[in-house]
């Protein structure tokens, strides 16, 4: 049977994994047997229980175990949970918590595949360089999941998909669609040619073609490549690329935003026969 354990004091220890720490603290919580991750909203936890994360505990908002959305995502988690229950003022004592449909639960984080794993049953791939802003982040998982983007892999400098943002932006979708991030200095270019994918980088240079350029469906398995909100993609990895591609734009404007940019681009790039 679950525990209903209230709480009055937010210093209390008992649900210091909700409290105490950030994010960058909860991705070595369990160091070196890995991390937590804090989730908020039914849906989104849900989605992480779907995914099949171990749950650890649930932290909610006094009365709303009787909102039709908690009770069964609590109903579903079945027995021997531990359930703190504060009120909102208590809760609201947080630092930077702003309360989200009353339910937040506490996951232990599950070991990423390699990316070999995920390229070998993939088709198309986007990857994100150095994408460092969780909301942009969340938007393009959720962009990918919607549009048929079979996996995301994602260098070690950009912010993680487990972060409470992100993953309230995605609406959960980066517990749906495969992930993992690229070891630091590895040479993901060659991994991805390697595995047979032609790499089409998004970025505003002299030499990129439009993203109508027929060319650019001609190749079976394709990487799409994200850079940096401020410095773009490294010069490295464009100059290695198949194709460096734009968006065109219309009224002298020059670019957009990285989430939206990527959802035009896998609109028009996955093959639409797998969506």
């Not at 779907?50 to 505990?57: H, N, P, V």
């Not at 175990?65 to 229950?85: L, T």
């Not at 208590?90 to 506490?106: C, D, H, P, S, W």
């Not at 990895?237 to 959802?263: C, E, F």
Request: with cysteine.
């Amino acid at each position: 049977m679950n525990r209903v354990i209230k709480i009055n004091d937010i210093d209390d220890e008992r649900v210091s994994i909700y409290t105490k720490y950030n994010e960058a603290q909860l991705l070595h919580y369990f160091e070196p047997n890995g991390g937590v991750f804090i989730a908020e909203t039914p849906m989104v936890i849900e989605r992480a229980l779907d995914m099949g994360a171990e749950l650890i505990s649930f932290f909610v908002e006094s009365g709303e175990e009787s909102n039709e959305q908690v009770r069964k995502v609590i109903d579903r988690a079945g027995s021997d949970i531990d359930i703190y229950e504060a009120e909102l003022s208590v809760i609201q004592n947080i630092t930077g918590y702003n309360l989200t449909r009353g339910l937040l639960a506490a996951f232990k984080r599950p070991v990423a595949p390699k990316p070999e794993e995920l390229l070998g049953k993939s088709r198309c791939v986007a990857v994100l360089e150095d994408v460092v802003n969780p909301t942009n982040l969340g938007a393009i998982f959720r962009s990918a999941a919607a549009l048929g983007i079979d996996s995301i892999l994602i260098t070690s400098d950009s912010t993680d998909p487990f972060y409470r943002r992100a993953a309230r932006v995605s609406m959960g979708t980066v517990f749906q669609i495969p992930w993992t991030y690229i070891p630091k200095g590895s040479d993901y270019v060659g991994m991805l040619h390697e595995h047979g994918f032609s790499v089409i980088s998004m970025a505003l240079v002299d030499n990129a073609i439009s993203l109508k350029d027929p060319i650019l469906k001609e190749s079976r398995k394709r990487a799409i490549v994200f850079g940096n909100e401020g410095n773009g993609i490294c010069k490295e990895t464009l100059d290695r690329s198949d194709h460096v591609v734009i968006i065109p734009m219309y009224n002298g404007v020059d670019s957009l935003n990285v989430a939206a940019s990527s959802a035009v681009a896998f609109w028009e790039l996955v093959d639409k026969t797998t969506i």
